[in-house]
């Protein structure tokens, strides 16, 4: 059975860090496209960053890039989403997905897998 599990979601102030960690399982990972999208309440899910199956290729949304990393370890079937700089409007539910794809055309983005969420809270 596959599992995305998101954690390191929470409560921090405007320009403050977060290291977001996906862990998948149930299969092998490495030749997925992984990325992360968040949803705040009342609004579209919105892309934020993608990384290629090897890792050599990273994509990001304007309003994150330049704050937000995007990485993956193979060998733990894990990628990771480090936030810097953070703002109020960076507060929604963080998602993981595999098989990420679509994320360049507004409302295409889709996933095979994707994990239940991370909070991610951020007071002005």
């Known amino acids: 059975q596959v599992q995305v599990v998101e954690s390191g979601g929470g409560l921090v102030q405007a320009g403050g860090s977060l290291r977001l960690s996906c862990a998948a399982s149930?299969?092998?990972?490495?030749?997925?496209?992984m990325g992360w999208f968040r949803q705040a309440p009342g609004k579209e899910r919105e892309f934020v960053a993608a990384?290629?199956?090897?890792?050599?290729?990273?994509y990001y949304a304007d309003s994150v890039k330049g704050r937000f990393t995007i990485s993956r370890d193979g060998a733990k079937n894990s990628a990771y989403l480090q936030m810097n700089s953070l703002k109020p409007e960076d507060t929604a539910v963080y998602y993981c997905?595999?098989?990420?794809?679509?994320?360049?055309?507004?409302?295409?983005?889709?996933?095979?897998?994707r994990g239940q969420g991370t909070q991610v809270t951020v007071s002005s």
């Open positions: 997905a595999a098989g990420f794809r679509g994320w360049e055309r507004k409302g295409k983005l889709e996933y095979d897998y």
């Open positions: 149930g299969r092998t990972f490495t030749s997925y496209t």
């Open positions: 990384i290629n199956w090897s890792g050599s290729n990273t």
